[in-house]
């Protein structure tokens, strides 16, 4: 059975840091690329970063360009998202997402949910 | 980057009707749509990709169609748990954008 369980998500400041984790398993890991999408309380979905299999091409959406880095360990079976320069804008929750590219996102984890806040 | 504009953005509609939500894109992505299905505080479920073939185990109520700039998501014989939101997605090209959501209700 595939599953995908994150984790590290938490109350954190504005400007703070955060990395969330996606344990993977039920699967071959290392043969999906993946990807992080999130959902602010209240909104839609917003896909946030892909990366693929052997990490040579990664993507992030541009409200997360610069600030949000996508990372692998397919020994580990792991996906992470590291976060800084973190807004209230990021308050969210997020999900890790198997991709069977291109597309579709056919399972997805229970979500992890971030909340920027003073 | 690709828009996708979903109408309605809110459906209420009776046991038993049949409905339809249109998904309409910027640029034409052939089929590469895909259709989700999500139900409040759980993630999403994978319904329909590309744009007409139902991942296996979607009931057949469910059905899809389209391919360009235009696709629709159609849902006969609704029942109470059919109650969710409805996304779709791109996957043309990143960013993998998806609609705003259409609310269905049942009355």
New interface residues.
Partial sequence: EVQLVESGGGLVKPGGSLRLSCAASGFTFSTYSMNWVRQAPGQGLEWVSSISTSSSYIYYADSVKGRFTISRDNAKNSLYLQMTSLRAEDTAVYYCARDAWPGPFDYWGQGALVTVSS | DIQLTQSPSFLSASVGDRVTITCRASQGISS?L?W?Q?KPGK????LI??ASTL?SGVPSKFSGSGSGTEFTLTISSLQPEDSA?Y?C?Q?DN????????TKLEIK
């Fill in positions: 590469f895909a989700y999500q993630a999403p479920n994978f990709y590309p991942q939101t996304y997605q996957f990143y960013p993998y954008t998806f609609g705003q959501g």
